[in-house]
């Protein structure tokens, strides 16, 4: 099923600059059933995993995250770039390869505790997912795992993820 699902991902060379091959998971998106072979995948790894809620990485995590959230029962958490989410929150920065971002996340969003999965639809260094770790811990949240679609494993995401708990990545590169 992985080589079935790894077809429609596209290879963009040089977005969004130069030396960067990007990897397009629209097509994936696209197809129905990939769709839902990919959703199933996630769910068939987790459905035993007592997982309380998942934390969905903006933007592509939210469009896997919200489809898992719904087939496991469980609420879903948006880890947000700044100035998009309403109510009270806090912030990580974390480092790009040119400059910083960040990530937001609402106060009353976690209960002390709770289990949390952490999913978005790549692991690349890990900047992104260090910093949404940061702020579920911050949260009193427990990391269950953290799972992507995709890890691109030369970038050695997984060795900086690694002292916040489980990673489970599908399609590996
Ligand atoms: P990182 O913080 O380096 O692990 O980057 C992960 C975030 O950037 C994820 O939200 C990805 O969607 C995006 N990203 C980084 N590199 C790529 C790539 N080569 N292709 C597609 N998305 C990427």
Redesign the pocket.
Known sequence: MYEEIQKYIRDVADFPKKG?????ITPALNNGQCLQHIVDMFYNRFKGAKIDKIAA?ES??FLLGAPLAYKLGCGIILLRKPGKLPSEKIKEY?DLEYGSAALEIHTDSIRNGERILLI??????????EAACKLIKRLNGQIAAMTFLIE?SF?G?AKKLAPYGDIVSFLKY
């Open positions: 960067i091959i990007f990897k397009d990485i592509r995590g974390y978005d639809d790549l692991l690349a260094t890990g900047g992104t997912t691109l970038l995401g």
